[in-house]
């Protein structure tokens, strides 16, 4: 189904005395076609050769009309606008060919309301008669009285001797009330109009102005936000920034320390490793020396028994004691040696692990604060100041007091007086 539009779905000129008409749709047309052939069925209902032919011309042109516009309307539902329109302009011509030379057809007309009103007063058949002998139909076949008497009349009123001015006078009558009947619902359409436009225009002042005040106030709640997203995100940007700069002043510190954490790091592991191998290897030479000096006290006692004369005894028991003398003193050498060094490499040991200590509490120290400015939660003041001078502070050298040389003979019998 086809819907209005604001331009004639259809339009058709039946000349000067039809006048132009124009439809909105194709059920408009459609409609005021198949009311045209109803209003006109009568004269096939009269039962005559003539009326009846008559009665068909009508039907033929009117259905030619109907079947072009349905055809039209079929095209225009399948997008083919080319034959669509074709069909449309075969309508028309159909139309305005058949009403042209037949106007009498349409409302409002003279003639048609002269036979309506014969037809009206009792006398359909010789209305009728007056409808064939219109349309040029063959009078044969019907009756002769009934065909005098309606061509008199309409003689008689087409030459104005009969109610001609009177026909005419009531037809104008009532196209003028149709015409004030269809001013005063236009009127009535105005006024329905004008109320629902001042009505649409209320609403719609008060939905724009509702709107306005939604958006006025959505706007300014927007932009105290965004005034707060901005102050926040400077004051992010400012934290960062500092942070930043103070970040930058204690990288190369930090790295350093951090370098050094490593390096006591691996030194602590090696001189651990070296002292435990130390350890090893000197209890293995003082066992071996240990050793060897039993042998040549057993060998100073076993020698004299071994002796076949006195100068031979003297002089082996005299070698036997050089020997066990050098073994014990070599002994006591290695021992004093061996226990300095092990000493001294504990101290390298454990003085690393200080500087380790010492170096990862101030990377620790630097990152914390790093840290507590990026959350904002130190108060405000000169603490790179201090952290500075806790990362630079003097640093000594572990626990390390002395030179690291064996304590002297006189060191040692000093000790053992002492005590």
Same mark, same amino acid.
């Given at each position: ?54 009665? @068909?011309? %009508?039907?033929? !042109? ?46 409002? +007309? ?12 009792? @006398? ?6 007056? &409808? ?7 009078? !044969? ?13 309409? =003689? ?12 005419? +006078? ?9 015409? @004030? ?25 008060? @939905? ?5 005040? $939604?958006?006025? $106030? ?5 932009? $105290?936000?965004?005034?707060?997203? %901005? ?10 920034? =500092? ?10 510190? &930090? ?20 002292? &435990? ?64 060094? %092990? ?13 380790? !200590? ?62």
């Amino acid at each position: 189904m086809s819907e209005p539009t604001s331009q004639p779905y259809f339009s058709a000129d039946f000349g000067e005395h039809g006048g132009r008409f124009d439809w909105m749709s194709h059920d408009e047309i459609v409609g005021w076609i198949g009311q045209l052939q109803n209003q006109w069925i009568w004269v096939g209902q009269q039962q005559h050769n003539p009326t009846r032919s008559a009665w @068909q011309t %009508i039907v033929d !042109n009117l259905n030619r009309a109907t079947q072009a516009l349905t055809h039209a309307n079929n095209h225009r539902n399948q997008g083919q606008v080319p034959q669509a329109d074709a069909q449309l302009e075969s309508a028309r011509s159909t139309l305005e060919s058949f009403i042209r030379s037949n106007p009498w057809l349409l409302p409002n +007309n003279a003639r048609r309301s002269f036979v309506e009103s014969l037809r009206d007063s009792g @006398q359909p058949l010789d209305a009728a008669l007056i &409808v064939a002998y219109w349309m040029q139909q063959d009078l !044969n076949g019907a009756p002769i009285k009934s065909v005098v008497i309606g061509l008199l009349q309409w =003689e008689l009123y087409e030459r104005g001797i009969k109610d001609r001015m009177k026909t005419e +006078n009531a037809s104008l009558k009532r196209l003028a009330g149709e015409m @004030q009947t269809t001013l005063t619902e236009y009127e009535e359409a105005e006024r329905t109009q004008t109320t629902r436009f001042e009505d649409l225009h209320a609403q719609l002042t008060d @939905q724009s102005a509702t709107q306005q005040n $939604t958006f006025d $106030t959505t706007q300014q709640n927007r932009d $105290t936000e965004w005034k707060k997203q %901005i102050d926040d995100t400077q004051a992010e940007l400012n934290r960062l920034k =500092e942070t930043y700069d103070k970040h930058m002043a204690l990288a190369a510190p &930090v790295e350093y320390w951090d370098g050094k954490r490593k390096k006591h790091g691996r030194w602590t592991i090696w001189s651990f490793i070296t002292i &435990v191998i130390c350890m090893l290897s000197f209890g293995y030479l003082l066992h071996t020396e240990l050793q060897g000096v039993g042998q040549a006290v057993m060998a100073s006692k076993v020698a004299p028994s071994a002796a076949n004369t006195q100068q031979a005894v003297a002089s082996t028991q005299s070698l036997v004691e050089s020997a066990a003398t050098w073994r014990l003193g070599s002994f006591i050498l290695l021992a004093t040696l061996g226990f300095w060094f %092990i000493r001294l490499l504990v101290r390298v040991f454990l003085s690393n692990l200080h500087l380790e !200590n010492d170096a990862a509490e101030r990377v620790t120290m630097a990152k914390t604060y790093l840290a507590l400015i990026r959350d904002d939660a130190l108060p405000r003041g000169e603490n790179i100041n201090t952290v500075l001078a806790a990362l630079f502070r003097p640093t000594g050298d572990g626990i390390v007091k002395d030179e690291g040389l064996p304590p002297t003979a006189m060191e040692w019998i000093t000790k053992l007086g002492g005590k």
